[in-house]
């Protein structure tokens, strides 16, 4: 699926409506957000694959902090959400570090330090501005083997950021590159 948003609501039900997925045929999503999921249902998204950053039950520690988002928000944390809250935090370490009115002494101090925290571990930035993370493959499990509300996904395979990014040395990006 090709699309974003109620398009690929619509795609899912669809599918599952006409019976296009089941035997030997199954959908996968360019990109898709666990809200889109659960809004859609277990019953008709089953089986779709999807690559992602974040997933709501990965770690102990992501748990935790979507149950927070969770207490706030009465839903679980899409990826996107996650990702912005590892940014904001990764940004807040790096000003205790350094002049926060000198935005390059900022961004030095944020690439010099590794990104961790309840959502990304063991994360970087790369001299060319790219964030190096993991990435993970998903399954969309089939009701019966959810648990529970928001246990939308199996873990089928994780992906190193460093296998999916263009290696520095053969960046073209002006930060990086020799003249």
Same mark, same amino acid.
């Given at each position: 699926m090709a699309n974003a948003g109620a398009d690929t609501i619509l795609t899912m039900k669809q599918a599952a409506e006409f019976g296009i997925t089941g035997v030997g045929r199954q959908l996968v999503a360019s990109y898709i957000n666990i809200s889109e999921v659960h809004a859609v249902g277990l019953k008709a998204s089953q089986g $779709?694959?999807?690559?992602?950053? #974040?997933?709501?039950?990965?770690?102990?520690?992501?748990?935790?902090?979507?149950?927070?988002?969770?207490?706030?928000?009465?839903?679980?944390?899409?990826?996107?959400?996650?990702?912005?809250?590892?940014? $904001?935090?990764?940004?807040?370490? #790096?000003?205790?570090t350094a002049d926060p009115s000198d935005g390059t002494a900022v961004v030095k101090a944020m690439k010099a330090m590794t990104i961790n925290g309840p959502v990304l571990n063991n994360a970087f930035i790369r001299e060319d501005g790219r964030v190096v993370r993991d990435y993970c493959l998903f399954r969309v499990k089939s009701p019966e083997e959810s648990k529970g509300p928001w246990d939308h996904y199996k873990l089928e395979q994780t992906i190193p950021g460093e296998q999916l990014l263009r290696p520095v040395s053969e960046s073209e990006c002006p930060l990086v590159r020799k003249t």
């Open positions: $779709v694959q999807l690559v992602d950053t #974040a997933f709501w039950d990965s770690t102990d520690d992501m748990r935790a902090w979507s149950r927070r988002f969770f207490e706030r928000h009465r839903r679980m944390p899409t990826s996107l959400q996650a990702d912005v809250y590892s940014a $904001v935090t990764h940004h807040l370490k #790096a000003v205790q």
